[in-house]
């Protein structure tokens, strides 16, 4: 069984994980942003997650992490 040092924390389309990579670095935390779609793009076959990203965080900043995203879902929600 592997275990990884990093966790998912956020999945959405580009300009959305734009907005949480954004506020994440602004609080010191470096995101992996991982895009599955662009992957298969690159590599030659058909993509159903185009344009969707994942977000991961390394498991030392994940409870910190969360709390930010929190934030900045309600703030994208109040804006809606």
Known sequence: ???SEYTKVYYGNFIL??????ELERFGIIPI???EGESQR???YASMNQGYQEVFVHN???DKAT???EQVKSEMEATE
């Open 1 to 3: 069984m592997s275990t």
């Open 17 to 22: 994980v734009t907005r949480v990579k954004d």
């Open 33 to 35: 942003i991982k895009d």
């Open 42 to 44: 690159l590599a030659g």
């Open 60 to 62: 030392d900043e994940l």
């Open 67 to 69: 709390a930010i995203i």
